[in-house]
Every structure is written in C-alpha cells, then in structure tokens.
C-alpha cells in the first residue's frame, strides 16, 4: 500500500485505528466503505445531475444486459491499470 506512514501520523490516535481496521477488511467491503465515506463529503445535491446519472446508469446497464456491450473482468482492469502506470 502506498504511502500510509504519511496518512496515518496526520491522524489522532481514534482514526489511526479505525482505519487500519478499515484496511484489514475485505477488498470489495474497504471499496464500499470507501464509497460511502466519499459520499459523506459532498452534501450538496443537484437534482439534474442527479438525474442526468440515474439515465446514465439505467442506460448502461441496459447496454450490459442487452449484450450491446462486453464487460471487462476486474483482474483484467487492475492488470491494465497496473501496467499503465508502471509504463509511464
């Protein structure tokens, strides 16, 4: 993991904890957390991008089921991601 030293000695005591519980979590329940801790910070809610995204979703996810397009493994994706940035 990359730079946590430097994270956690800007933390109190109390979150310093929280979060390396947080980071011995499964990954798929660290992305929630991390999701919904995102969410937390921005209270400001615009409700035509709010809609503009509910299209948006409803309009991809019909393009996965209906086979109009493929999905990407997410081994693959972090394979990629990977090699993208050890290549720069």
Excluded at 2 to 12: A, D, E, P
Excluded at 72 to 87: A, F, N, Y
């Amino acid at each position: 993991m990359f730079g946590r030293v430097s994270i956690i000695s800007n933390m109190t005591q109390d979150t310093r904890e929280l979060l390396q519980k947080a980071l011995a979590l499964p990954e798929s329940e660290r992305a929630e957390l991390a999701g919904n801790l995102l969410s937390s910070l921005d209270t400001t809610i615009d409700p035509d991008v709010d809609a503009a995204w509910q299209q948006e979703v409803a309009r991809r996810l019909d393009e996965v089921q209906s086979g109009k397009v493929e999905t990407i493994p997410w081994e693959e994706v972090q394979q990629k991601g990977r090699k993208l940035l050890h290549d720069k």
